[in-house]
T-cell receptor, first 112, second 114 residues
Framework: EPEVTQTPSHQVTQMGQEVILRCVPI?????FYWYRQILGQKVEFLVS????????KSEIFDDQFSVERPDGSNFTLKIRSTKLEDSAMYFC??????????FGPGTRLTVL | AQSVSQHNHHVILSEAASLELGCNYS??????LFWYVQYPGQHLQLLLK??????LVKGIKGFEAEFIKSKFSFNLRKPSVQWSDTAEYFC????????????FGSGTRLSIRP
């Protein structure tokens, strides 16, 4: 069964550094998402992406965040200057059109 | 703002006990409803979903959920739990379409005593 994959599984960075989290959605899917889960809190929506542009973003997704689909397979989340409060589990998800969103295993981001 | 409430933060049961996890949402329009499970160290997996039709939906591993529109509820049930059901369970909704953003509840941690 096809899966969403994410790399790396764990990223440790210093405050102020840029990080790029990578995702490979399921190949025939058309909508892509990033969610995050701060330890002990609920999973929160960050951004959705369709047809090479952002279709919706949350108030968390400020100017420090950006997303890109640089080629036909990868979907990336960049945090320009990380803060301590960016420490969280970041999940990528994708969906073809209708049906359900499939989630990747997540990247644990630790900002020191 | 739309929200999803899960009433139980942590539930502890013995094997073979029956399970019911509560979920309520606040939105008056059309919703799609989901239960996701996250086993320790693993990613979110879909247990079951409701889009339309029969309000009693069956999912994997013997789970089922009932959509009660008048109560804005979508409770998860299992008649007899197993130790392997130990996990975090998330109720979730999308509005208008399943391609919309998912709004998650805060999750319920289920611990099963062997």
């Amino acid at each position: 069964e096809p899966e969403v994959t994410q790399t790396p599984s764990h990223q440790v960075t210093q405050m102020g550094q840029e990080v790029i989290l990578r995702c490979v959605p399921i190949s025939n899917h058309l909508y892509f998402y990033w969610y995050r889960q701060i330890l002990g809190q609920k999973v929160e929506f960050l951004v959705s992406f369709y047809n090479n542009e952002i279709s919706e973003k949350s108030e968390i997704f400020d100017d420090q965040f950006s997303v890109e689909r640089p080629d036909g397979s990868n979907f990336t989340l960049k945090i320009r200057s990380t803060k301590l409060e960016d420490s969280a589990m970041y999940f990528c998800a994708s969906i073809r059109v209708t049906d359900t969103q499939y989630f990747g295993p997540g990247t644990r981001l630790t900002v020191l | 703002a739309q929200s999803v409430s899960q009433h139980n933060h942590h539930v502890i049961l013995s094997e073979a006990a029956s399970l019911e996890l509560g979920c309520n949402y606040s939105y008056g329009g059309t919703v799609n409803l989901f239960w996701y499970v996250q086993y320790p160290g693993q990613h979110l997996q879909l247990l079951l979903k409701y889009f339309s039709g029969d309000p009693l939906v069956k999912g994997i591993k013997g789970f089922e959920a009932e959509f009660i529109k008048s109560k804005f509820s979508f409770n998860l049930r299992k008649p007899s739990v197993q130790w392997s059901d130990t996990a975090e369970y998330f109720c979730a909704v999308t509005l208008y379409s399943s391609a919309s953003k998912i709004i998650f509840g805060s999750g319920t941690r289920l611990s099963i005593r062997p």
